[in-house]
């Protein structure tokens, strides 16, 4: 998805894009929800990650390529930049660079270890622990028995 790294998404858009991407699969593989397949089998069976983890990985690469920049870029001075002037009252709004803190805790590593670029892709391609997390939040349960109408005509 072009441009989302620098997105600062919020729980609400994640369900949006997590339920237009499902809508999709469904309409892929030729099936409809009377037919009582679950997303998670659906998903497993053509290889795809959710569409809210490709857009946290995005983000994390992005950031790691950014954090490798001189400290005088000014694309580096603008991750914590801060605006002056009195803010509205209520809650903030959710920044990129809270999304950023966010995914870099939940996979457990820091910002000192986006200078070592070949360290950071093995971390965020990998990104086993990230889709642990990903995983603990919306688990998969997988039925073997579920075949997908793409795989049916193939055969």
Same mark, same amino acid.
Not at 128 to 136: M, P, S, Y
């Given at each position: ?27 892929? %593989? ?7 397949? !679950? ?41 914590? %930049? ?29 910002? !000192? ?34 075949? %997908?109408? %793409? ?5």
């Amino acid at each position: 998805m072009h441009g989302s790294e620098t997105w600062s998404t919020k729980v609400e858009h994640e369900l949006k894009m997590n339920r237009t991407e499902m809508s999709m699969i469904r309409w892929m %593989c030729g099936v409809k929800l009377n037919d009582r397949k !679950k997303s998670e089998e659906l998903r497993e069976l053509l290889g795809l990650e959710p569409v809210s983890l490709m857009i946290k990985k995005s983000s994390l690469r992005w950031f790691g390529h950014v954090e490798r920049k001189d400290d005088n870029d000014w694309v580096k001075c603008c991750i914590t %930049c801060e605006v002056e002037g009195i803010r509205q009252t209520g809650r903030p709004k959710k920044t990129w660079w809270d999304c950023v803190k966010n995914d870099m805790e939940s996979l457990g590593v820091s910002r !000192k270890d986006a200078q070592s670029r070949n360290k950071w892709r093995r971390r965020i391609k990998g990104g086993n622990r990230l889709t642990q997390v990903h995983l603990e939040k919306w688990p998969l349960k997988l039925k073997t028995e579920c075949v %997908c109408v %793409c795989e049916r005509e193939r055969e």
